[in-house]
Nanobody
């Protein structure tokens, strides 16, 4: 089992940057595929990015490709989401997720086993 705690959310102007972090408990962090999802008011939770257990493969939603970067392991037991060129439509609660396997349907929130509590990101225009 793993516990996830997100941090780094806040208010930023359009075009700015934020770095989200997700700290994972437990000594088996490297055995989990990690992901980020987000949920805007009145909308369903949507996939943002995922990273394989080794960190060698990354996956992004089309809406964030080229602007967001997911990484893991720095610091240890942490997965990060660097968000650049932020837009008002990026405003949402961002959630960290973990799974002990690589979910084939990684873009679907229902396949992930563990979730953090979420951190708010607000982008003003």
């Amino acid at each position: 089992q793993v516990q996830l705690v997100e941090s780094g959310g806040g208010l930023v102007q359009a075009g700015g940057s934020l770095r989200l972090s997700c700290a994972a408990s437990g000594r088996t962090f490297s055995s989990y595929t990690m992901g980020w999802f987000r949920q805007a008011p009145g909308k369903e939770r949507e996939f943002v990015a995922a990273i394989s257990r080794s960190g060698g493969a990354t996956y992004y939603a089309d809406s964030v490709k080229g602007r967001f970067t997911i990484s893991r392991g720095n610091p240890k037991n942490t997965v990060n989401l660097q968000m650049n060129s932020l837009k008002p439509e990026d405003t949402a609660v961002y959630y960290c997720a973990a799974d002990p396997a690589f979910p084939t349907a990684y873009y679907s929130d229902y396949v992930w086993d563990y979730w953090g509590q979420g951190t708010q990101v607000t982008v003003s225009s």
